[in-house]
């Protein structure tokens, strides 16, 4: 039974929120001001405190500033009877859950503690597993043979044009290929040449010599020298202007830079693009050259979205709240909906939506309400088409849909459901975990 503290020195609110609690099915505790609420705190045993704001003494605010010095205390909901812009900001900074207004009725109260208290099931779900920002997160059919050509490609030094849409992970595909190859002690070195202005592209690949050009104060040794015996990945190569591409097509050739105002200098490079572009469609329409096409693309590597990774999008999404703050973990529900969500963004507008809810929920589970800013899901009752997709999103499709009916038809017993579906338990509980099946 969760004890809730609560601190108000307004005695009759005090017991009207105990008695409240306790129909609520919570264990309540009080204390009548600051500093007899952090001297309970301190002993421990306390799952959720509901504070007031305005007490003789310590205030609300500077008990929820010393909880945070602590650093572990428990999930706090500031209650004022007059909420300003002022105190309702600075609350909220210190790591409130919420600030709300009293009186707080039955309802809202039952709401809120739901929201301090996650449910036993998920708050015992695994922890996620350390975390690092190169991490190649995937185990879906499409990724797993993504990760078998970086494992070919690794050690050796060919050309790679890295194909996707945007926010497919095209620079931690490249990143991952040098981390794992025989040049992973030298320096990786990205251009985006897309966000670079093409008077100045060139410079910076290539760089130039003091008095070059006006402004050019100090030697430049631009990115290929720069990356020399390591890598240079040319992001949004697709946008580059094309005379600056037949001097990457030289280079290319030759390993060799000349910089601007400077003699030419032998380099040794590994080089790695990538392109959302169609750059074949865009030989045909003769805005990029096609020796240079060619010359990048001596092994293509697409990425696939993650519309067809349905497999990946919840380790991906545990994978980036653990790289978050506070240890937040997916509660089943949520799980549900983002795999529902279509993601046009790809893994970027996931990884943007997991900081999100990171930043903004201040509960250890992430609840399936988090995620109302996305867009809406598709009704429940439209028609699925099975054969829609890849082979590996349409299996997927259907392992979710006969995990379902199974549980459905043995009332929730996981080991019947596995012996009818012809798996072992394990593998259905990870099936479960990923697909966010509860």
């Given amino acids: 039974m969760p004890r809730i503290l609560i601190v108000d020195d307004d005695t009759a609110l005090r017991e009207g929120l105990a008695e409240t609690l306790a129909d609520l099915g919570h264990r309540p505790e009080q204390a009548a001001d600051g500093a007899a609420a952090l001297a309970r705190l301190a002993h421990g045993g306390i799952d959720a405190v509901l504070l007031d704001l305005r007490m003789p003494g310590m205030d609300g605010i500077e008990v929820l500033r010393r909880l945070r010095a602590r650093g572990d205390g428990p999930p706090v909901a500031v209650l004022t009877a007059v909420a300003t812009a002022a105190n309702t900001i600075e609350a909220m900074r210190l790591g409130a859950v919420d600030h709300l207004t009293k009186p707080i009725g039955r309802a809202d109260l039952a709401g809120l503690l739901a929201r301090m208290l996650p449910a036993a099931a998920s708050a015992a779900s695994t922890p996620p597993a350390a975390a690092s920002e190169d991490d190649l997160v995937g185990g879906s059919a499409a990724m797993r043979e993504v990760q078998k050509a970086i494992g070919m490609l690794a050690d050796t030094d060919a050309t790679v044009l890295i194909t996707g849409e945007t926010g497919t992970g095209k620079e931690v595909v490249a990143r991952a290929i040098h981390r794992h190859g025989a040049r992973a002690g030298r320096a990786f070195v990205a251009v985006n040449c897309a966000a670079i202005p093409a008077e100045l592209l060139e410079s910076q690949l290539f760089g130039h010599v003091r008095g070059a050009f006006t402004g050019a104060i100090a030697d430049r040794a631009g990115s290929f020298r720069e990356a020399d015996r390591g890598t240079l990945f040319l992001d949004e190569v697709g946008d580059m202007d094309l005379a600056l591409q037949a001097k990457l097509l030289r280079v290319l050739q030759d390993r060799v830079v000349t910089p601007l105002g400077g003699r030419p200098v032998p380099v040794d490079v590994r080089i790695l693009a990538a392109t959302h572009h169609d750059l074949a469609r865009a030989v045909a329409e ?114 979710a849909a006969m995990i379902r009916r199974a549980l459905l038809a043995t009332s929730g017993n996981r080991a019947e459901a596995a012996r009818r579906l012809g798996i072992h338990r394990q593998l259905l509980y990870e099936k479960l975990r990923r697909y966010g099946i509860d």
């Fill in 286 to 399: 003769g805005t990029f050259r096609e020796d240079l096409f060619y010359r990048l693309g001596v092994v293509p590597l697409a990425l696939p979205p993650l519309r067809e990774r349905l497999a990946d999008i919840v380790p991906l999404a545990e994978h980036f709240l653990a790289l978050a703050p506070g240890q937040k973990r997916l509660s089943a529900a949520a799980a549900a909906r983002l795999m529902a969500h279509p993601w046009p963004g790809n893994v970027r507008e996931l990884r943007n939506a997991m900081e999100r809810v990171a930043v903004l929920s201040r509960r250890p589970v992430i609840g399936s309400e988090d995620f109302d800013f996305l867009q809406a899901a598709p009704a429940a009752g439209a028609p699925v088409d099975w054969l829609e997709g890849e082979l590996p999103q349409a299996v997927a499709r259907l392992e």
